[in-house]
């Protein structure tokens, strides 16, 4: 039986500052450090990691629908989420860390059980000292297909 995750098993804020935000995520990605537990829930790992990017991939299921018979867009937005704020993330100095601060999310059509996977992939287009900016978008593995689009703003600070 898999053991339950806790909270110790994530990075400590100690581990995290000493490290360059992309040399985190490319733990991440390499399964040296623990991925973020709300991926494990909502079906979607880290696929891919670079100098402001990063991607996700994740895989809709019937347990992320809303009432009327579609992926919820929560599950757009926490993917959006994850991939812009990842960007960002990637171009983080030592010692610095971020938390998002706003984003927004454009769900162009719709998902569904079987859509098959879908890359979520995030670019940073500014990290500066303060905040960090990034847009997103979800498209389908197979078809390339865009799903959604979404912009963010993150704020920096020193951990």
């Given at each position: 039986?898999?053991?339950?995750?806790?909270?110790a098993?994530?990075?400590?804020?100690?581990?995290?500052?000493?490290?360059?935000?992309?040399?985190?995520?490319?733990?991440?990605?390499?399964?040296?450090?623990?991925?973020?537990?709300?991926?494990e829930?909502?079906?979607?790992?880290?696929?891919?990691?670079?100098?402001?990017?990063?991607?996700?991939?994740?895989?809709?299921?019937?347990?992320?629908?809303?009432?009327?018979?579609?992926?919820?867009?929560?599950?757009?937005?926490?993917?959006?989420?994850?991939?812009?704020?990842?960007?960002?993330?990637?171009?983080?100095?030592?010692?610095?860390?971020?938390?998002?601060?706003e984003?927004?999310?454009?769900?162009?059509?719709?998902?569904?059980?079987?859509?098959?996977?879908?890359?979520?992939?995030?670019?940073?287009?500014?990290?500066?000292?303060?905040?960090?900016?990034?847009?997103?978008?979800?498209?389908?593995?197979?078809?390339?297909?865009?799903?959604?689009?979404?912009?963010?703003?993150?704020?920096?600070?020193?951990?």
């Amino acid at each position: 039986m898999k053991r339950a995750r806790t909270t110790a098993d994530l990075a400590t804020l100690e581990q995290i500052a000493s490290m360059t935000g992309r040399a985190f995520m490319e733990g991440v990605l390499a399964g040296d450090l623990t991925a973020a537990p709300i991926g494990e829930t909502l079906g979607f790992v880290l696929h891919e990691v670079g100098e402001g990017r990063a991607v996700f991939r994740g895989i809709p299921s019937l347990s992320v629908y809303n009432p009327v018979g579609t992926v919820h867009g929560g599950w757009f937005g926490t993917l959006l989420d994850s991939c812009m704020a990842c960007a960002v993330q990637t171009a983080l100095p030592k010692g610095a860390g971020y938390t998002t601060l706003e984003f927004k999310v454009n769900i162009i059509r719709p998902l569904f059980e079987g859509s098959g996977p879908v890359l979520a992939i995030g670019d940073a287009t500014h990290v500066g000292r303060r905040t960090g900016v990034a847009e997103g978008k979800i498209i389908g593995e197979a078809d390339g297909k865009l799903y959604a689009t979404g912009s963010t703003t993150c704020l920096i600070m020193a951990i």
